[in-house]
Every structure is written in structure tokens, then in C-alpha cells.
């Protein structure tokens, strides 16, 4: 007897849990999701958490990852505007922007068709892009290429074919993983590379021929400068010694030999003003005073 009411308790559960699964679905965070009624769609895209649903075969859920994917082209041969061959590579970053509209342009939402489709777009667009551009703009000796501007143009050329066709997906980058260029075609680029070496090389010495001609008429400028101070100076200083002899000269005419003795016990002075070792001939003036020869015979004078 007490095992009828915990059965039905069980069978109750169970009924619960069935009905739930039955009528009731999860959407993962990562994911979008559209219920088709009799495989047509109805309604808008339902976004993450749980929702109600009518049972199999009336409605049916279908889940798209919305996280970006990528994808990588194939391997494809363009010419540029100076006709030169380019083999190229690109991979994009795209997303399912609208889940309904991808379901219906994609055959009940087949991203293997998208890719397909996706595929023949980047073709286009690659093609018509790098046909704009010449081969110095994907291959150069001094590194000034374009790619960036290039990726740029050929995803807003894709972002266009995408928004026309309303395929309910969008392409939010674009980038180069491969680049080559054909062995016919190797020694003509090679040629075009060195050329503009040359070109950048010029370019370069030329530019540092005009700074040396800067820096050379600067410095001689300043050495002029320079140069016309030093003999303003030495005209002042010439000047003024010329002034001071004069002041002097009567007086050393009254007593020549007392003015030469004077001066050279200044300069004595001067030589032995700090501590100092000196070797000297004792001959030669002003140090001659030392041996009192001379200042005796002048002082008797």
C-alpha cells in the first residue's frame, strides 16, 4: 500500500521531466537559435536561456554558433595594375549576423554553403582589388608596402556584396596569410626592387649631402663669428698695452736700466708667487739678479 504513492510521485516526476524536455528548450550563451513551425521559420532569432516550444514535428529548433569563425581562401592568381602576376591568400573573421536570413539563403542554414558562397565573394573582390593596385604596393625593397590599405579595401568590397544579398552574415576582418610571386614573373619584381633600392639610395645621399651643407656653413659661419671676436679682442688688448706703454715710456727714458730691473724683479715675482721647483739657467733674465752681479752694479749707480 505505501508503495502506490511514491510510484505515483515518481510517475509524476517523470511526466514532468518528459513534458519539459518535450516543451521547453535551452539556448547556449554562445549560441542563437530559430524555431522552424512545419520547416518555416516564425518569429525572430531567440537569444540565450531557456524557452517554449510546440513538440517535434510541429516546431523545431535550430542553433547557430555565433561566435566569429574563420576561414581561409584558396591559393589564386591576380594581376596587378602594372600587370605584374600575384599569387594570393587572405582569411577573414565572420560571424552569423541574422540567424533567419542565414537559414533561408543557406539551405536550412548550411555553413559549409556559406563558406562556398563566402569563397566566391573573397574572390571577387581580392581580384578586383589587387587589378587597383601596383606590385610595389605588396612588394617593395624598402618595406613601404600597402596590405593594410589593401585588407581594407577588400573587406568593405565583401562587407558590400554581403549587405546587397541581405545572407544574414557578416565579415568583420579581412588579412593576408599568404604571398608569392609566380618563378616567370621573379626576375622582373627582383629588378623592380633593386630599382627602387637605388631610387630610396639616391634619395637618402642626397639628403644627407644637403645636411653636411647645412652643418659645413653653419660651423663656418660660427667660426667667422668667433674668429672676428678673437681679433676685436686682440685689437682692444693691443690697444690698451699700447696706452699703458706710452704712460710708462717717459720713465723708463730717465732710467732705462732702473725700468729693466723692475720689471724683471716683477717677473721674479710672479714666477715664484706659489710654491714651485725651478730649473733654471742662471744666466738667463730674470733669474740673472740672483747672483748680485747686476743689482749691485745698478744699486751703485
Do not use: C
Request: hydrophobic share 40%; no cysteine; net charge neutral.
Amino acid at each position: 500500500m505505501n508503495k502506490n504513492p511514491i510510484s505515483i510521485i515518481i510517475g509524476a516526476v517523470l511526466l514532468v521531466v518528459f513534458l519539459v524536455l518535450l516543451f521547453v528548450f535551452q539556448v547556449r550563451q554562445s549560441e542563437v537559435a530559430i524555431v522552424t513551425t512545419f520547416s518555416k521559420p516564425s518569429g525572430e532569432s531567440i537569444g540565450p536561456g531557456a524557452h517554449f516550444r510546440l513538440p517535434w514535428p510541429i516546431q523545431k529548433v535550430i542553433t547557430f554558433d555565433q561566435r566569429v569563425q574563420s576561414y581561409e581562401g584558396k591559393i589564386t592568381e591576380s594581376q596587378t595594375a602594372d600587370t605584374f602576376s600575384l599569387l594570393t591568400q587572405i582569411y577573414v573573421g565572420w560571424r552569423i549576423s541574422d540567424p533567419k536570413q542565414f537559414f533561408l539563403k543557406f539551405a536550412g542554414g548550411s555553413t559549409l554553403r556559406a563558406e562556398e558562397r563566402l569563397d566566391e565573394m573573397l574572390l571577387s573582390a581580392k581580384r578586383d582589388v589587387v587589378g587597383k593596385h601596383p606590385i610595389r604596393d605588396f612588394v617593395s625593397a624598402d618595406g613601404t608596402n600597402k596590405f593594410a590599405v589593401v585588407e581594407e579595401e577588400i573587406l568593405k568590397a565583401v562587407q558590400t556584396q554581403l549587405k546587397a544579398n541581405n545572407y544574414g552574415l557578416e565579415v568583420q576582418f579581412v588579412g593576408f596569410k599568404k604571398l608569392g610571386i609566380p618563378e616567370n614573373v621573379t626576375p622582373s619584381v627582383f629588378e623592380l626592387m633593386k630599382s627602387g633600392r637605388d631610387k630610396l639610395a639616391r634619395a637618402y645621399e642626397s639628403q644627407g649631402q644637403q645636411e653636411a651643407d647645412i652643418i659645413k656653413a653653419t660651423a663656418n659661419g660660427e667660426a667667422a663669428k668667433k674668429l672676428a671676436a678673437a681679433e676685436s679682442e686682440a685689437k682692444s688688448i693691443r690697444g690698451q698695452g699700447e696706452k699703458a706703454a706710452a704712460e710708462v715710456y717717459p720713465t723708463f727714458q730717465q732710467n732705462p736700466e732702473l725700468a729693466i730691473f723692475l720689471l724683471q724683479l716683477d717677473a721674479m715675482e710672479t714666477s715664484l708667487k706659489d710654491r714651485s721647483t725651478l730649473v733654471f739657467d742662471a744666466s738667463t733674465p730674470p733669474f740673472n739678479l740672483l747672483r748680485g752681479g747686476a743689482s749691485t752694479n745698478l744699486l751703485k749707480k
